[in-house]
């Protein structure tokens, strides 16, 4: 279905605002913030006939109450108790989810040329920043423009998966044909490769556990929803895959081996005690343990212990307060490596519920949406995908509270109530006109 024009600066201004929404991709910095900010006032000023319109769905209601009882804890943990923890204003962002949702429905037009420009500067920035040499001595290499190597490679994980997801939806919706065809798989692959090389070289761990369900789920799903005529193309991306880690094999023993084996033995251990703490505590003790693991198993025994004390609601803005009192105390650390646990101490069990709620009716509206082909086999996978390897990542880091998760979660919400405004739009459709379509 064809979206509005508003302008004869819409065919620039519009992708330029999308492109700057998924920029944490590349550049770590708070752009996607005013992005989000232009996108809502564009709605509530030209759109507001469709604000009204998604204020009818109970999940915005739902987004809209959870953002006033986080905004409720934050100014009360100001204003009675003069503490302003870190970064607990975030948890109010939902408030934006609806009408952004409706922007992204109004310019969808617009959001295909946004992702080729992302694209294609995540292919110029990652021949520009990985350093080949120290690449090939086996260094630490920093691609794109993050604060840290982590980041980085969270940034080339959605890029990677971005792009995969991208060139299938050209070849679904047969967008090109002939040399501009040719053109756009290869600047396609050409950044699907950087992005392989630099998450290789970025040497985190944690994103290279999560590559793996994420690989092995997009190439069945593309099987199943494609059939024979990428499954060829999915065993030589496979083939590639395994040839690269044949050839890197040492250097990822040496930067992953000392964890896995240690991660084994903690599990190991784990499985025979009721706490999990006491493993936990047991890995931090044993020398062998890597520096890095045993200092995110400090952070997160402390985690637990403050979730323990308060366990239903968290500490608000006051958790902080209430983990330098957990068993290791020398931590001087913000950041909880771990996004659930980010969540556990603010909010408790509470929170966390809210976010399945709304993880799971996405899941649902975005499977009934494909089934109902009012979106494409690609985006239903690109969403899932991006899903699954962010929430994998959160795991062992923090990248909620990072500008690459707070841009995914703006984008992720803004497109589930996008999709539920086309499924709107389906079911009130005239006859006359859907049998047109």
Request: glycine content about 8%.
């Amino acid at each position: 279905m064809p979206a509005v024009a508003l302008s004869r600066s819409d065919p620039f201004l519009l992708p330029l605002l999308w492109v700057l929404m998924a920029s944490a991709m590349l550049v770590e910095s708070d752009t996607y913030r005013y992005a989000t900010l232009a996108l809502v006032a564009l709605s509530m000023i030209r759109f507001r006939d469709d604000v009204r319109l998604v204020s009818r769905d109970w999940l915005a209601w739902f987004c809209w109450l959870w953002a006033a009882y986080a905004a409720m804890r934050f100014v009360i943990g100001m204003t009675v108790h003069d503490v302003r923890g870190t970064s607990e204003w975030l948890y109010i962002f939902p408030l934006f989810f609806p009408a952004l949702g409706v922007a992204l429905y109004k310019t969808r037009q617009y959001v295909f040329p946004a992702a080729i420009v992302l694209i294609a500067a995540g292919a110029v920035g990652l021949l520009a920043s990985i350093d080949w040499a120290a690449l090939r001595s086996g260094e630490r290499v920093f691609p794109l423009f993050h604060n840290n190597p982590i980041h980085a490679a969270i940034g080339c994980g959605m890029l990677l998966v971005t792009s995969i997801c991208w060139m299938l939806h050209v070849v679904e919706t047969r967008r090109y044909d002939g040399w501009r065809l040719a053109a756009v798989l290869g600047m396609g692959f050409l950044t699907v490769l950087l992005s392989g090389i630099g998450i290789l070289g970025a040497q985190s761990k944690g994103v290279w556990l999560a590559l793996g369900p994420v690989a092995g789920f997009m190439s069945l799903a593309i099987v199943a929803f494609y059939g024979r005529r990428l499954a060829l193309a999915v065993l030589a991306v496979l083939l590639v895959a395994m040839l690269g880690i044949i050839v890197a094999q040492e250097d990822t023993r040496r930067v992953a081996g000392p964890t896995i084996e240690a991660a084994g033995e903690l599990f190991s251990f784990g499985t025979e005690h009721v706490d999990p703490r006491d493993a936990m505590r047991r890995a931090v003790e044993n020398p062998d343990t890597p520096q890095s693991m045993r200092e995110r198993l400090m952070l997160w025994t402390n985690a637990l212990d403050t979730v323990e004390s308060s366990p239903w609601f968290g500490w608000g803005n006051l958790w902080q307060d209430r983990w330098r009192q957990g068993t290791y105390q020398d931590t001087n650390h913000q950041l909880l490596h771990n996004g659930y646990l980010e969540i556990l101490v603010r909010h408790g069990l509470f929170g966390t519920l809210v976010l399945a709620i709304f993880i799971l009716v996405s899941v649902r509206r975005i499977y009934v949406a494909r089934r109902q082909g009012i979106i494409s086999a690609s985006l239903m996978l690109y969403l899932y995908s991006l899903s699954l390897f962010f929430f994998i990542t959160i795991a062992t880091n923090s990248n909620n509270r990072l500008a690459l998760g707070e841009s995914y979660f703006l984008l992720a919400g803004a497109a589930v109530f996008a999709i539920s405004l086309a499924m709107r739009g389906e079911r009130t459709k005239p006859a006359d006109i859907a049998q047109a379509d």
